[in-house]
């Protein structure tokens, strides 16, 4: 059959990555896909040492390659807002199917270049965008069609999740840790969208809209860093049974979807609290497979790489198909998706790790728990800690209750004259129906 030509736009990590798999394994690949899959041209701003681009077409007009009449697919690995989507948006206007391992791309403009897609005839492949080389969205959308999706957890940017294992492991710092991994290059210079949940929140936006079958709903994810964790928030996490995990979690429930990413209290048992290091994990839960856990490499060249092309491959397999015989962006057809609300954070309801610094004055203790039991909010375990200070440290776990009301009780103990300073509030899952 004819060869299938691509073009790359962005030859940086995982685009080099990309390349280098494409040509290493170019026999193999078309032995899957039924046809020879070349590269016909690249946009780049600057060579990538670790590619032979001999004999292939380089350039550093991008939209050069979105307008060449000679290509069929157009990998879009140069990151960001605008000019990517830009850059897809012209691809799919002169009839370019495109793979993209952009997830801020996605999870912020996917409702429109869907649209603009299906309006082509086209197809938008994006495996690579949660999760690098874990075929997540694959799993949720056709390996679990069969389920009525429940809820579904995950450890899904592997800086975070670098950070709060050493925080564990060897009892370090937040700062201390995220400066080595600005050096190992985990971290970017300004990681606010790794600590601060944002890179989380743009995957587990679209995990949610295709276990749920809901339009890409973003701007209502709620987000929560993790630099306000301590090594002591750490250590009492582990006295009481838990590890700390940077978690994004989305669950329907009978009101609407919750779809929130912050740092997360789960049972040291549970598989995803075993996660170590920069790697990722989700566990999703459906109604008749039950839990389903998914782990590897997030992230890197080749990991991603490998979802990059596993998604060019299923392009090519379904280019003589109808549209309405290839599987859907979202998994439901485009006219099936649901407008079930997603929930704002005051309206979850879980569990509460609560550290507080009190004055070592009789009574003290007394007035937080009064004030929790006027709220109606139960207490499952107290840590107070001995010292020779003024000053002792009181650790509480509470069971499940509203954020509203919660942040009702905390205003008023951090009002009371013998707490010092503003009062520490992890969420507690259980990762359970």
């Known amino acids: 059959m004819k060869p299938v030509k691509v073009g790359i736009c962005g030859l940086g990590t995982v685009g080099g990555g990309t390349f280098n798999v494409l040509m290493r394994n170019a026999e193999e690949i078309a032995r899957r896909a039924g046809r020879k899959i070349i590269v016909e041209q690249i946009g780049t701003r600057r060579e990538n040492p670790a590619c032979d681009t001999t004999g292939i077409q380089i350039t550093n007009d991008i939209f050069a390659v979105a307008t060449n009449p ?48 299906q309006d082509k005839n086209v197809m938008v492949a994006f495996e690579a965008s949660v999760a690098g080389g874990i075929p997540i969205i694959k799993a949720i959308r056709e390996g679990l069609a069969a389920n009525q999706i429940n809820w579904l957890a995950g450890i899904i940017n592997g800086t975070g999740n670098y950070i709060m294992t050493e925080m ?54 709620y987000t929560e860093g993790i630099s306000k964790i301590t090594t002591e928030d750490v250590q009492y996490a582990e006295e009481l049974g838990y590890r700390i995990k940077h ?119 007394a007035h937080v728990t009064r004030i929790l039991g006027e709220k109606g909010i139960n207490i499952e375990a107290i840590i107070q800690k001995q010292t020779r200070e003024a000053q002792v440290p009181v650790i509480m776990m509470t069971q499940r209750v509203a954020e509203s009301t919660m942040n009702e009780a905390i205003r008023e103990i951090e009002a009371l004259p013998d707490i010092l300073g503003e009062v520490v509030r992890i969420r507690v899952e259980h990762l359970a129906d």
């Open 70 to 117: 000679e290509i069929d697919i157009v990998i879009e690995l140069i990151g960001g807002y605008e000019t990517a989507r830009d850059l897809v948006l012209t691809a799919i206007e002169n009839g370019k199917h495109v793979v993209t391992a952009n997830k801020a791309l996605i999870a912020v403009h996917g409702n429109e270049i869907f649209a603009a897609a």
């Open 168 to 221: 564990r492991e060897k009892g370090r710092a937040f700062d201390d840790v995220l400066a080595e991994a600005q050096e190992l290059g985990y971290a970017e210079a300004d990681p606010t969208f790794d600590v601060e949940g944002i890179d989380a929140a743009h995957k587990l936006t679209i995990l949610a809209s295709i276990a749920y079958g809901v339009p890409l709903q973003f701007d209502k994810a």
């Open 247 to 365: 978690l994004g979690l989305s669950r329907r429930t009978q009101r609407g979807i919750e779809l929130r990413v912050h740092p997360t209290l789960i049972p040291q048992s549970t598989l995803l609290a075993n996660v170590n290091g920069v790697m990722n994990a989700i566990l999703v839960d459906g109604d008749a497979v039950g839990q389903t856990l998914y782990y590897g490499s997030g992230a890197g060249a080749e990991p991603t790489a490998s979802a990059v092309v596993a998604d060019v491959v299923d392009v090519v397999r379904t280019l003589t198909a109808d549209r309405d015989n290839r599987v859907p962006h979202l998994a439901f057809q485009p006219g099936q998706l649901s407008e079930l609300p997603m929930l704002p954070v005051d309206d979850v309801v879980t569990g509460y790790y609560l550290r507080l610094q009190a004055v070592e004055r009789p009574g003290v203790l």
